[in-house]
């Protein structure tokens, strides 16, 4: 079988044209990126850190990225910050549970207008979910979480 000089022809050409089809299919049916308008709204996607008891979340929507971190959370408020790479105009976030929740302004920290802060009311805080709505340059994005992330823990921090 392997004496025949088609099949050898074959066994080298067959994974050269599959890596051809795979990018030629992609570049063909791919969703071209393209920048943000003014006045459109914008869906944030949550990174996997945001599953995970790392104290931060990340969220991004091309070059637009977020990150939120856990300060301090006790049994009945929950401090978070926010770090951009980009001047932000507003920020609203809401523990929600069910579907209801009231959004609260985040306040910013410096005058460049990138770090924001805010202390939520956080009691049950494994059964709901982080909203959270940013306005920069007139544009609206908005995204949604679990609160898993708020918690920090590492196999440092564990009881032996």
Not at 88 to 113: C, F, H, R, W, Y
């Amino acid at each position: 079988m392997f004496k025949n000089k088609h099949f050898i022809v074959a066994l080298l050409v067959a994974p050269i044209l599959a890596v051809i089809t795979y990018f030629g299919i992609d570049m063909a049916v791919s969703e071209k990126p393209h920048a943000a308008k003014q006045g459109e709204s914008y869906k944030l996607i949550s990174k996997s850190n945001c599953r995970y008891t790392s104290g931060l979340c990340d969220f991004e929507n091309g070059e637009f990225k977020v990150q939120f971190r856990s300060e301090k959370l006790t049994a009945d408020t929950l401090e978070l910050t926010l770090r951009s790479k980009f001047p932000l105009q507003g920020i609203k976030v809401a523990l929600a549970e069910n579907g209801e929740s009231q959004p609260i302004e985040m306040t910013p920290t410096n005058q460049d207008m990138r770090n924001w802060a805010i202390s939520l009311p956080a009691s049950n805080i494994e059964t709901k979910n982080l909203r959270v709505a940013i306005q920069a340059e007139d544009t609206l994005y908005y995204g949604e979480t679990e609160t898993t992330f708020v918690v920090y823990e590492t196999l440092f921090t564990e009881d032996k």
